[in-house]
Structure formats: C-alpha cells, structure tokens
T-cell receptor, first 107, second 119 residues
Framework: DIQMTQSPASLSASVGDRVTITCRASQSIRSSVNWYQQKPGNAPKLLIY???NLHRGVPSRFSGSGSGTDFTLTISSLQPEDFASYYC?????????FGQGTKLEIK | QVQLVQSGAEVKKPGASVIVSCKTSGYTFTGYYLHWVRQAPGHGLEWLGWINPSSGSTIYAQNFEGRVTMTRDTSISTAYMELSSLRPDDTAVYFCARDIKVTTSFDFWGQGTLITVSS
C-alpha cells in the first residue's frame, strides 16, 4: 500500500502569515493528491483535488502544488477561519490513505 | 442542494454488528460513487471502501475485508455500511462521502455517526 507522510503535525501561525504543509508519498502517485480542511466536530471539507485544482467555493488563498511523491498545500495569507486541521489523501490507488494531519493553531 | 444525512449514534457491545445509513438527496444517487471514512476520537481519517450505487459493486480496504459490507437501496437513494465483529478500537465517527467523479475525492460529506463499542 502507498503511505502518505504529512508534516508538520502541528503548526502555530498568525493571521496574515503564509503557511505551507507538505505530504510525501511512499511511491510516485502522479498528481493524485487531495487536501481537506476539518474543524472540530465537523466533517472534512475538500479544498484541493488532483494536486492543484481548487474545489469550487474555496478561497483563492489556498493553493496546491507538486507531483510524483512530494506535494504542498499553501495558504497565502491566513485568515481567522483557517485555523483547523488539514489532511492530504492519495487517490492513485486503494486504500486511499490520508496523511496523519496537521493542526494549525493561532500563535 | 446536495445532502447526505446519516443515522444516529449507537452504542454496541464487542462482537456485535452495526449498520449506518446515509440518505442522499439533491443529486442523482446512481451517478456518483459513495465512500465510507472513519475517524477514531482524536485521530486521523481512515478510508473503509466505496460502493457504486448504480451497479452495487464495492471495493473495501483490505483492513476491513470480511468485516465490512456496503449496500444501497436505489429506491430511497440510501447507502448502508455494516461493520461486524465490532471491537473497542472500532469506536469512531463514521462518515459517508460522495465522490466528485472527476478524480477520486470527496466533495460532499454526511454529518458523521458516532459508533461506540464498549462492554
């Protein structure tokens, strides 16, 4: 099975900061990575699919990049509503594992 | 609007089975795969499998093969996930999620169903 290693596990940042979260796949998965945001008590929300495609309704401050084994989610200017947990997911082959998650907290 | 509404929380004893339902509306039920994902308290997300509501075909994660069964009733646009031989470490929130279809990613999610396994 393909494993996804996400880092960092937690991150403290301030409103207006630029933040980057990374995911590394254990083998090449082309561009088959999705990114989700999850707030406590809620279901995840799709942000980015196929590595770089912004899901409809998602603010343009979110962006994704990468291909092969290394992928990045970037938030260009943090807003108060962005403090949440973020997960990558590979969709190249089953069992479609998620990364371990990154908890983004207010500094 | 697209909605996925799941059944309510349940408490089960070890060894029992549980069925979680996912009633959909606002789109053509047979047009999109449905996935099931779970999240243990304080932990990350784990994919269980998917069902093609049109054909009924399924793919399960190997970790759950033999214990999970996904079915659907097209007449009421509802999918079901049954997990058997429950263990305490099956305690989690279980989500259904619709596949976006362009690629395997999940654009609409149910609200989640907490399944607690305890003696």
């Amino acid at each position: 099975d393909i494993q996804m290693t996400q880092s960092p596990a937690s991150l403290s940042a301030s409103v207006g900061d630029r933040v980057t979260i990374t995911c590394r796949a254990s083998q090449s998965i082309r561009s088959s990575v999705n990114w989700y945001q999850q707030k406590p008590g809620n279901a995840p929300k799709l942000l980015i699919y196929a590595a770089t495609n912004l899901h409809r309704g998602v603010p343009s401050r979110f962006s994704g990049s990468g291909s092969g084994t290394d992928f990045t989610l970037t938030i260009s200017s943090l807003q108060p509503e962005d403090f949440a947990s973020y997960y990558c997911q590979q969709s190249y082959s089953t069992p479609y594992p998620f990364g371990q998650g990154t908890k983004l907290e207010i500094k | 609007q697209v909605q996925l509404v799941q059944s309510g929380a349940e408490v089960k004893k070890p060894g029992a089975s549980v069925i979680v339902s996912c009633k959909t509306s606002g789109y053509t039920f047979t047009g999109y795969y449905l996935h099931w994902v779970r999240q243990a308290p304080g932990h990350g997300l784990e994919w269980l499998g998917w069902i093609n509501p049109s054909s009924g075909s399924t793919i399960y994660a190997q970790n759950f093969e033999g214990r999970v069964t996904m079915t659907r009733d097209t007449s009421i646009s509802t999918a079901y996930m049954e997990l058997s031989s429950l263990r305490p470490d099956d305690t989690a929130v279980y989500f259904c999620a619709r596949d976006i279809k362009v690629t395997t990613s999940f654009d609409f999610w149910g609200q989640g169903t907490l399944i607690t396994v305890s003696s």
